[in-house]
């Protein structure tokens, strides 16, 4: 249930960074009828849908669903969301020349981002966890995920940021 939980506030506050630049990133269950699966709920990674417009100009109001402004009232982690979204993007707007060139400096590839997410989060987490590092390890994951899709390449490692950041929590 935790782990649920965790990928929830991870996946909306990628969505929500993402957003902001223009990509919409989707996921959704699908129910596999396939008797293998036992009727199962087969629910597929995260997949980067489209680009909206161009990084430069921002996302557009009228093409993007804001799913993250929009949460269901039933949402028992609504608050927590704005809360991250709030605070996420404080600290996007006083420091974030030096995520992105944070970010930059990995040299992020497919067979080296794990291990060099993973050292930069180790770092952050060092001397013990308070409520500033966490957003930072959010924005820093969000970071990231703009900085990989971005890259042709690398667009599969938001689905793979996301599920480290889980994993961390």
Known sequence: MANECNRNIVEKYICHKLSKQGYVWGFED???EDAANNGSIVAPPPTLVRRCREASTGPDSESIPHLHKRLPQSDPHAAIHRVLREAGDELERLYQPDFTEMSRQLYLTSTTAQRRFAEVIDELFRDGVNW???IA???FG???CVECVSKEDMTSQVDNIA???TEYL
Do not use: K, P, S
């Open 163 to 165: 599920e480290w950041m």
């Open 30 to 32: 699908v129910r596999d």
């Open 132 to 134: 500033g590092r966490i």
């Open 142 to 144: 969000g970071t990231v």
């Open 137 to 139: 390890f959010f924005e």
